[in-house]
Nanobody, 118 residues
Framework: QVQLVESGGGSVQAGGSLRLSCAAS??????MAWFRQAPGKEREGVAT???????SYADSVKGRFTISKDNAKNTLYLQMNSLKPEDTAMYYC??????????????WGKGTLVTISS
């Protein structure tokens, strides 16, 4: 069973950086993803990384965020640079099988809060 636990959220000023981590045991064959949900808004996909390491990003974060994973540490990361107030949201780690588009199985963490002040 996949278990996901996010960490690394916090409050920073605009222009700053944060690195989110997701401890994810049992996920090696899954597509991994970061989602976020801002207050009053729908959840949106931020970035994905497939089991073979291919990545994709939402247009709103391209060039600022980087998704990566360390298989040896069973950990997924989201490096967030040049943060903007509109990046404020609860960030969730997800594992999806067999892929992030047409998944039959999906698991979610409980989220970590990111707050960006102007």
């Amino acid at each position: 069973q996949v278990q996901l636990v996010e960490s690394g959220g916090g409050s920073v000023q605009a222009g700053g950086s944060l690195r989110l981590s997701c401890a994810a045991s049992g996920y090696s064959r899954y597509c991994m993803a970061w989602f976020r949900q801002a207050p009053g808004k729908e959840r949106e996909g931020v970035a994905t990384i497939t089991s073979d390491g291919s990545t994709s990003y939402a247009d709103s974060v391209k060039g600022r965020f980087t998704i990566s994973k360390d298989n040896a540490k069973n950990t997924l990361y989201l490096q967030m640079n040049s943060l903007k107030p509109e990046d404020t949201a609860m960030y969730y780690c997800a594992a999806m099988f067999p892929n992030c588009l047409t998944y039959a199985l999906d698991y979610w963490g409980k989220g970590t809060l990111v707050t960006i002040s102007s």
